[in-house]
């Protein structure tokens, strides 16, 4: 069964969360990163000083440009070096079973990314501070990519927070470490090749303060020129039109506008995410299908399939009790934020997170792929290699439902003996045309005499009040 970190230890997690510390999903990502701009203000002692340390690494590295004489010459070469950073393995974000390694930066992106630094400096600024905000002007420079360079950054920073963290809570999976000739006593990743890192909650973010807009609004909203030049270019609606070049040819145009942004940065007062609300749903999806798994449980007859139609049987009775618990036990009302619908993601992990449940009380086993084989396949129940279910978890306002449907109706056809694919869509909108036009292209394929995927919709709409219905 799916675990968080403090199970997988061993540990109450009472003791995770009075220290503060964030208990990820084992074997699930989560979109939030490591924040370099909360280090300002930590109050974990690990932490004290870690702020500095980034900005001594950058304004070495600036240094180093400021005595380059051209490409390629020595200090060019170590500033190139210092920009190329390895992802640190086995921190507890961006967080898989087999892998929680980040992406790290490359020789040509550590490329780009210098020679933007080398045309800052050229403009007189030697703030280090740019190298965080180097995402809202470079491609393929992420919140990803910020948070796995910070964390490589502080790295010693986040063994010693986990060897403390990991000795107070009385976890016995603790294993010698030599990371830079220093020992830490570290947890065993689940994957047995390295240690569990842990991180503080109060410096995560669903996205760093470096990428937002925040800084960009800032200048546009005081810069009467600049604004003007935009709105020229593009229109009012500069923000839902502007690409990242774009935006790199219009602040790199004058230092005042680079140093705007620098300081608009710097006095941002912006928080750690919100764990208690969790507005993106980032671990809520856990607890709910734990929750409702346990307040409307469901027995499973056929534990031990011995084809796949028994296996699809079992998925099926887990469809419906999944669409029950939408429907008629108030489950729909998590699928939003207020009045917002949550994104597609939290719905497939909602799924993933009640099926879970179902089968380790039924003793399945369930596997989660997002990216087995060639396509978008979401969830895998199997028995052995030959006989598994797909089941797509779709939102009816995914506009690539019906195209996406229509794909994967080749190869289905092949697959029907050793496997099958059910189409889950969860309707959130008024309009169901995209659900009567994929029912369409079923029956089409069906009086072909060719095999189709099985269509469930669960109705995820927010029901009015009872005072509302009067």
Known sequence: MTQRVSEYLGVNPAKFEKR?????????????FLD??????????????????????????????RASREEGDRPWKEAHRRLIFRETKGVSIGYGLHSSDGLGIGPRLAYRLLNSAQE????????????ELLGLFEEDFGADRLSDMTIFII???????TERVAGEVGTGRLVDFEKRNVSYKLPLHPNRRGPLLLLPMELLRDLPVALTWEAIDHVVSTNRELRDRINQMIGSAWRNKITKQQIRNLIFSSKDNIESIINAYKESKAREYDFDTDPQGEVLWYYLGQKFGALHPLTIKETSPSDIDELESIVIQIIKQ???????????????????????????????????????ANNIDINREPNAGSGPVDFKLSRGYRSRILVEVKLSTNTHITSGFEKQ???????????????????????????KNIYKLQREQRKKGKPAPAIWVVDGRLKPTASKRK
């Open 20 to 32: 503060g510390v964030f208990d990820a999903v084992i074997g699930v990502d989560t979109r939030l």
């Open 36 to 65: 370099p701009h909360l280090l300002r203000r930590t109050s974990v002692p690990e932490f004290e000083g870690s702020r500095r340390q980034i900005e001594s690494y950058f304004g070495n590295i600036m240094t180093l440009l």
């Open 120 to 131: 800052i400096i050229s403009l007189g600024i030697n703030d280090p501070e740019i190298f």
């Open 155 to 161: 790295r010693d920073k986040i063994y010693s927070y």
């Open 322 to 360: 999944f669409k029950k618990n939408i429907e008629d036990n108030g489950l729909n009302e998590h699928l939003y934020a207020g009045r917002k619908r949550r994104h597609e993601r939290f719905s497939h992990l909602l799924f993933f997170s009640t099926a879970d449940t179902y089968c380790f």
């Open 409 to 435: 109706l080749p190869a289905y056809a092949k697959s029907e003996s050793t496997g099958r694919t059910i189409y889950l869509i969860i309707r959130v909108t008024d309009s169901d045309k995209q659900i």
